[in-house]
């Protein structure tokens, strides 16, 4: 049987959620939600006063970055207008939550519909 494969973005890991509760009622199965970035990793683990405390790089403070292969990388994103406060990008994109769903072919328009409903943007 031929697959097709929907990535989805949402704004809220709670609109991903309701949009893959409906498509699981509706019979499909194969759903995962994941968070998506610019940098990897999840940043530093607590709120620490960059005063006081110890950071690894503006850009795992400000941006939420891990950079493990060295220093060069979190510089040259700490160089970008997102890591100031100064960027205003407003709601453009798909947003940082993706929804992924293998469906059936035959009901790919389906999946979709009920993905849009949720407000994903395909």
């Not at 697959?3 to 509760?21: P, Y």
């Not at 194969?30 to 005063?51: K, R, S």
């Not at 795992?60 to 205003?88: C, H, I, K, N, Q």
Request: charged share 20%; proline share 5%.
């Amino acid at each position: 049987m031929k697959e097709r494969n929907i990535l989805a973005g949402f704004q809220t890991v709670e609109a991903a959620e309701k949009a893959a509760n409906s498509l699981r009622q509706a019979g499909f199965d194969t759903i995962q939600i994941a968070h998506i970035g610019q940098y990897p990793g999840d940043g530093i683990e607590q709120i620490t006063n960059p005063v006081t405390g110890e950071i690894p790089s503006l850009a795992a403070l400000t941006e939420a970055g891990d950079f493990p292969t060295g220093r060069d990388a979190s510089v040259l994103a700490a160089a970008g207008p997102d890591a100031s406060g100064m960027a205003d990008r407003g709601d453009v994109g798909l947003g940082n939550i993706l929804l992924t769903a293998v469906v059936p072919e035959n009901r790919g328009d389906e999946a979709v519909q009920i993905i849009r409903s949720h407000g994903g943007e395909i």
